[in-house]
């Protein structure tokens, strides 16, 4: 993702905020880590999802972002250019706390909600990880406001469900219907294997 002006201008970086982010880039990040964990059942919306969300897969575990860092829920893209105008052109963030089992629409809206939560709320910009926060104890992680993500759908509805912030985005009734469907796919699913899981989901999709 990345923003521009009312003329079309780059908004994205500034070389003065920390990792190159323009205040409304950082407001806009903050937005959707405090959120992350209540929307993970919309961008990570199947029972196999969290057989990735783990860390050393090259996935998001836990609500941080990184610098280039592939393990990170957020990341800043890397970029080619070397002068400010060509940088600001290619700056980019990345989501990554997703996958293609998601409606590209019901994930998009939820990211977006998140970050303007975030811009509105004139969240500061965030800490840019460049460690494996997996080594670090919950002590240390939770001083510093990390949080492992939810690691089973059920988990994941549990705190969709929850935030009463982030069901307001959507129309009224949505959040009951979507986690009544979802409930009734856990079921379907309870007395298979992980192996059986993963074939009934490569059939459906």
């Known amino acids: 993702m990345s923003f521009v002006d009312e003329t079309g201008a780059p908004a994205t ?8 982010m323009s205040p409304v880039t950082g407001s806009f990040i903050a937005g959707v ?5 209540s929307i993970l059942a919309l961008t990570a919306p199947s029972d196999v999802s969290y057989l990735r969300l783990t860390p050393h897969r090259w996935s998001a ?17 890397p970029v080619t250019a070397t002068d ?4 600001a052109k290619q700056y980019n963030f990345e ?3 997703g996958d293609a089992a998601a409606s590209p629409h019901l994930a998009l809206a939820a990211i977006v909600h998140a970050g303007c939560q975030g811009i509105e709320d004139a ?17 240390e992680l939770e001083a510093r406001g990390y949080a492992r993500l939810p690691q089973t759908l059920a ?3 549990e705190r969709f469900a929850a935030n009463a912030t982030v069901t307001g985005w959507f129309p009224e009734g949505f959040a009951e219907v979507y986690l009544a469907h979802k409930k009734g796919e856990l079921a379907w ?17």
């Open 84 to 87: 400010p105008e060509s940088i």
């Open 123 to 139: 969240l500061p910009i965030p800490s840019v990880t460049e460690e494996d926060l997996s080594t670090l104890p919950p002590a």
């Open 155 to 157: 988990e994941a509805l």
């Open 13 to 20: 970086y500034d070389p003065d905020h920390p990792a190159g």
């Open 95 to 97: 989501f990554r706390a």
């Open 189 to 205: 699913l309870r007395d298979m294997d992980t192996a059986a899981r993963c074939a009934a989901y490569g059939t459906t999709y």
């Open 33 to 37: 880590l405090k959120y992350l964990d």
């Open 61 to 77: 575990a836990y609500n941080n972002l990184g610098f280039r860092d592939r393990e990170a829920s957020l990341r800043i893209c």
